[in-house]
């Protein structure tokens, strides 16, 4: 099966999911045989402090660079000794905001996985409460993976993959990459409406014939009645204790109700079980 994470990216806020960060990205370049990129933004808020009469003190906002930047490097020597031989892990620390540094540093450094970490308490310096993900994952078309302190990569025995009017392929490869070598299981699930003319059970059963021919991969279909609704997915995933959600951005993921869209509140907004997030614009099959 092909490689499909090579580098994953760390957003590093200072606070204390950090160290939630750090050790599941850890974890997972070991597992997956990847490198780690670190990376913290310095917002123009972070730079508030420094504006004297009007005008900001450049002494100040370097002195502050350079404390982040020896920060950073704790953190990369921290990590160093934990990651297996011939792993690499950098870091780099930008000017800017984090959406739009998040999506060039994807680019430019090829990423292809980046880690969130989710703390059961909300506050505000969170990143989940800073980036919207799903734009994020969409303007780059990287998945990201939000993480909660129960995340064990060595113990995806159950993970839930909703599946509407079309096939995805990337979130089903994805998700079967991931199974496989935890030798879990996949529970799909589809509408248990008659909506779209029927397309949601054609491409689930075309969903379960595809994994099906990987072979040694165990499959779970089902068709209850409100799945189309993150809400509805998030029920099914706590009662088949799941440990990853995978889901597409856009309408899938995002909460019903005109409040949550004003918000911009998506499934890994409440979640309390992991959730990667796909993009999936490049990656449709339809089906009529």
């Known amino acids: 099966m092909q490689k499909l994470f090579t580098k994953i990216l760390v957003p590093v806020n200072f606070n204390r999911n950090t160290g939630l960060a ?38 100040r906002i370097r002195e502050s660079g350079k404390k982040y930047e020896s920060q950073l490097k704790e953190l990369e020597d921290w990590c160093k000794v934990k990651l297996q031989d011939g792993l690499l892990i950098t870091s780099s620390m930008v000017m800017g905001n984090w959406q ?19 703390n059961r308490i909300k506050f505000s310096t969170a990143l989940i409460q800073q980036i919207d993900l799903n734009r994020l994952s969409q303007q780059s078309q ?4 939000t993480v909660t302190r129960s995340f064990n990569v060595n113990h995806l025995q159950n ?40 397309r949601e059970r054609r491409c689930l059963k075309k969903a379960y014939q595809l994994l099906s021919d990987y072979g040694h991969i ?4 089902s068709l209850p009645e409100n799945y189309y609704n993150p809400a509805g997915i998030l029920a099914y995933a706590r009662n088949v204790k ?13 909460l019903k109700g005109w409040w949550n869209r004003l918000r911009g509140k998506y499934l890994y907004n409440e979640s309390d079980i992991p959730v990667l997030t796909i993009a999936h614009q490049q990656d449709k099959i339809q089906f009529t």
């Open 22 to 59: 750090l050790d599941k990205a850890i974890q997972l370049a070991n597992y997956f045989d990847c490198d780690i990129h670190l990376i913290h933004v310095q917002t123009p808020t972070a730079t508030f402090p420094f504006l004297y009469n009007g005008s900001f003190s450049g002494s």
């Open 100 to 118: 739009s540094v998040l999506k060039q540093t994807i680019i430019a450094e090829h990423i292809d996985l980046v880690i969130v970490p989710r």
């Open 142 to 145: 990287c998945p990201v993976l």
């Open 159 to 198: 993970i839930v993959v909703p599946i509407n009017d079309f096939l995805p392929v990337r979130k089903l490869s994805i998700a079967t990459y991931m199974c496989r070598l935890a030798r879990g299981s996949i529970h799909m699930l589809g509408s248990g409406v008659n909506s779209y003319g029927g």
């Open 218 to 221: 165990k499959i779970h279909c």
């Open 242 to 254: 799941a440990d990853l959600i995978v889901v597409n951005t856009g309408k899938e993921s995002l």
